[in-house]
């Protein structure tokens, strides 16, 4: 199985009220490994970066100015992916929300949601109530993250990448699609993803925040009233 597994960094949140993407990178992987291939572009918004966002991923208007533009890199862009590529991605609707605007902005076909895997709604699913973004994430499967002093679409798609893999069971990969269904709103996979069973150690701020979220959640549990019938 082919998947690319990418991050994009852009002008702020909404393609559709003039944001616009500032760099992309991409990772092939071939059975949920990488294979050493990439994609990395720099791309020049044809806007301003506001300065609250250069504070996130440090790419100032002055350093993209020579950069090309979208469609310039379009094509390249889409041979990359190809047609069996399965898009991987940490909160998949956003970068898939400027993929697909800039794409059809460029005059390309749009992808289809069928081709993504969001990695957030994966470890919501296996940790509920726990802190799920990629920093995160690292800190949990113990991947070296030291050098992500800024957001950068390729370092982050090379973490992400890592978390993948331990999300889907470590050395031992293992992922099951059938009978995925589709969120009507969002229209990203996020029901019956099978991976391996594993186990980890929560952080005390974890235990902390799940106690939060069962007490918000969950109203009346047996096993809090079983609790409080042995005290």
């Known amino acids: 199985m082919r998947e690319i597994c990418f991050d994009t960094e852009t002008t702020g949140l909404n393609p559709e009220t003039g944001d616009r993407l500032v760099e992309i990178g991409a990772i092939e992987l071939i059975n949920h490994l990488p294979t050493g291939k990439f994609f990395h ?108 002093t800024y957001h950068g679409a390729l370092l982050d798609a090379q973490l992400l990448a890592e978390v993948y893999l331990q999300l889907l069971g470590g050395d031992e990969p293992v992922i099951k699609f059938e009978n995925i269904k589709s969120d009507k709103k969002n229209k990203i996979k996020t029901e019956n993803i099978m991976v391996k069973e594993r186990h980890f150690s929560l952080l005390a701020e974890e235990l902390a925040e799940n106690e939060m979220f069962l007490q918000k959640k969950l109203k009346n549990a047996l096993w809090l009233e079983d609790e409080t019938k042995n005290d």
């Open 41 to 148: 572009e720099y791309i020049n918004p044809e806007r301003d970066v506001p300065e609250e966002v250069v504070k996130v991923h440090g790419l100032t208007n002055e350093f993209l100015a020579d950069k090309p533009k979208f469609f310039e890199i379009a094509q390249k862009w889409v041979d990359f992916v190809g047609d069996d590529g399965i898009f991987v991605a940490h909160n998949a609707q956003f970068d898939m929300n400027f993929i697909n605007y800039e794409l059809k902005k460029a005059g390309f076909e749009t992808y289809d949601w069928d081709r993504v895997v969001d990695t957030l709604a994966i470890a919501r699913n296996e940790f509920p109530g726990a802190r799920n973004n990629l920093d995160a994430l690292c800190k949990r499967f113990n991947i070296d993250n030291s050098a992500r």
